[in-house]
């Protein structure tokens, strides 16, 4: 019985340690999870998830107003290549008449106002882009930002999870202990009871 009480007991000190370090563990966790929250985690997912969109949107526009960019200044180009070939154009190569000043005078008007307009509205989409490329930045700056303590969200998860589990596995080294509690407390009963029944074979034999 001394064997078997002693086996409980050294299971029994075991458990209880075991148990206390959980204990510790477990106050160290709280301590790391008092500032998580499942409705922040979720706001700040949701936050990834509309950022995400106002960037693709302004990416596709961005992408959008260069190729008009491009088309305007295409346009410009063809613009200032006619002037250039009508100034220096004296016969026509049509009709083979000689070509007027007045005719290339009007012709130089017409694509004046044409490179005027083109321009303003060159300069206005330049501007519109430099806007674009500034609030994409913005937003992936925001985004880096937002995964950052989405990252940090997570490990609190994991943290979270690992409570839990810790704090289950407690309760099930508890109720270990409960028990083996209780089998030393029936052999310390077993142990009384063996010595006054050798205590009254000793009453017995005097």
């Given at each position: 019985?001394?064997?078997?009480?002693?086996?409980?007991?050294?299971?029994?000190?075991?458990?209880?340690?075991?148990?206390?370090?959980?204990?510790?563990?477990?106050?160290?966790?709280?301590?790391?999870?008092?500032?998580?929250?499942?409705?922040?985690?979720?706001?700040?997912?949701?936050?990834?998830?509309?950022?995400?969109?106002?960037?693709?949107?302004?990416?596709?526009?961005?992408?959008?107003?260069?190729?008009?960019?491009?088309?305007?200044?295409?346009?410009?180009?063809?613009?200032?290549?006619?002037?250039?070939?009508?100034?220096?154009?004296?016969?026509?190569?049509?009709?083979?008449?000689?070509?007027?000043?007045?005719?290339?005078?009007?012709?130089?008007?017409?694509?004046?106002?044409?490179?005027?307009?083109?321009?303003?509205?060159?300069?206005?989409?330049?501007?519109?882009?430099?806007?674009?490329?500034?609030?994409?930045?913005?937003?992936?700056?925001?985004?880096?930002?937002?995964?950052?303590?989405?990252?940090?969200?997570?490990?609190?998860?994991?943290?979270?999870?690992?409570?839990?589990?810790?704090?289950?596995?407690?309760?099930?080294?508890?109720?270990?202990?409960?028990?083996?509690?209780?089998?030393?407390?029936?052999?310390?009963n077993k142990k009384v009871e063996v010595n006054n029944s050798?205590?009254?074979?000793?009453?017995?034999?005097?």
């Amino acid at each position: 019985l001394e064997h078997k009480k002693q086996a409980f007991a050294t299971q029994f000190n075991r458990i209880k340690n075991t148990i206390n370090n959980l204990k510790n563990e477990i106050t160290t966790l709280k301590n790391e999870l008092k500032d998580f929250s499942e409705d922040n985690f979720k706001k700040i997912l949701a936050k990834i998830k509309d950022s995400e969109e106002d960037l693709k949107n302004l990416e596709i526009k961005t992408r959008d107003l260069q190729k008009r960019i491009g088309e305007l200044e295409f346009k410009i180009k063809t613009s200032d290549n006619l002037k250039k070939e009508i100034n220096n154009l004296y016969i026509c190569p049509i009709c083979k008449q000689k070509v007027s000043d007045e005719h290339k005078h009007n012709i130089s008007h017409t694509e004046d106002l044409k490179l005027k307009e083109s321009s303003e509205l060159l300069n206005k989409l330049k501007d519109e882009e430099l806007e674009y490329e500034k609030n994409i930045n913005e937003i992936k700056q925001k985004l880096e930002d937002l995964r950052k303590h989405n990252s940090k969200f997570e490990a609190f998860k994991v943290r979270k999870d690992n409570l839990e589990n810790k704090n289950s596995y407690l309760t099930e080294i508890n109720t270990e202990l409960e028990k083996i509690q209780n089998e030393i407390n029936e052999l310390e009963n077993k142990k009384v009871e063996v010595n006054n029944s050798l205590n009254k074979l000793k009453d017995t034999s005097s």
